[in-house]
């Protein structure tokens, strides 16, 4: 296998011997909802003893309709985000949409995340990457992983070489995504991490009319598929009560879930690791 980069993050390394799971509610509803969620997976983290970071958009600009939720914006979001940072001592990762909201993000992310559907805009990736945090590109559900190397190139042109590479399922026909596990050892080719979306994969887009489908009861199945494949991290949307979340509620996992499906994954990581 080729030499993976760890990348440091606080006291520990995505890319390491430990497993990383990135987690939290796909957009921020309320500062009550954060709380609930930053704390059970906080628990539940370091119960099991796997590295954590703690997920949450300020905005979802891709949405079906105009009048869907998309989260309080990015100044009364990253207040909140802050909080949840202090008050748990976690780190932080959220997806900026325009490049001026880079450095604005940074001020309170520890990893700036680049949504699938705008991972080929060159502005915005050397934007993330001239904050100098680390930045984590979602394959988009049009490339090949493959096609990931020139993204990867932007960011390390702009000075910066702590990225983490995530793959979130590919378009297959219309309304259905797609895993190919083969995107794993490709994506890991080019140096760096990778980590595994297993919520947003299951997402059935647009297939609601108004608003995306999906199907959380292959969530675990796509996950421990990812660790069998070698995946670095995983990253799961999670919500106290995903069937009232107004974003993403079909493929979120509960809260109540979490637990029992981290620990099948860690046990997976660590035998292929062994």
Not at 36 to 47: N, V
Not at 90 to 118: K, R
Not at 185 to 197: A, E, T, W
Request: charged share 25%; aromatic share 6%; net charge neutral.
């Amino acid at each position: 296998m080729d030499i993976i980069k760890r990348i440091k993050l606080r006291d520990f390394e995505i890319g390491g011997d430990r497993l990383t799971v990135l987690a939290g509610p796909c957009v921020i509803e309320s500062q009550e909802i954060l709380d609930i969620t930053a704390k059970g997976l906080k628990e539940i983290t370091k119960e099991l003893g796997i590295n954590f970071v703690f997920k949450s958009s300020f905005d979802k600009a891709n949405r079906s309709s105009i009048t869907s939720f998309r989260g309080p914006g990015i100044e009364k979001g990253l207040a909140m985000l802050q909080l949840i940072k202090e008050k748990y001592n976690v780190p932080i990762v959220t997806d900026i949409h325009t490049p001026e909201q880079a450095a604005i993000a940074a001020e309170v992310a520890d990893i700036i995340q680049i949504p699938a559907f705008l991972c080929r805009q060159t502005d915005l990736l050397v934007a993330a990457a001239k904050t100098g945090k680390i930045v984590n590109i979602k394959k988009g559900q049009f490339l090949s992983p493959e096609q990931m190397g020139t993204l990867v190139k932007k960011v390390e042109d702009a000075g910066n070489n702590n990225i983490l590479l995530t793959d979130r399922g590919s378009s297959f026909g219309y309304n259905n995504l797609v895993v190919d596990y083969r995107g794993i050892p490709i994506m890991q080719s080019f140096g760096y991490p990778v980590v595994f979306d297993a919520t947003h994969s299951v997402q059935l887009p647009g297939a609601n009319g108004n608003c995306s489908g999906g199907d959380r009861k292959f969530v675990p199945t796509l996950a421990k598929a990812a660790m069998a494949a070698g995946a670095n991290s995983l990253f799961f949307e999670v919500h106290p009560e995903p069937d009232k979340g107004l974003c993403d509620g079909p493929n979120m996992i509960a809260l109540k879930d979490a637990k029992e499906l981290f620990a099948v994954c860690k046990t997976l990581f660590e035998v292929v690791r062994s």
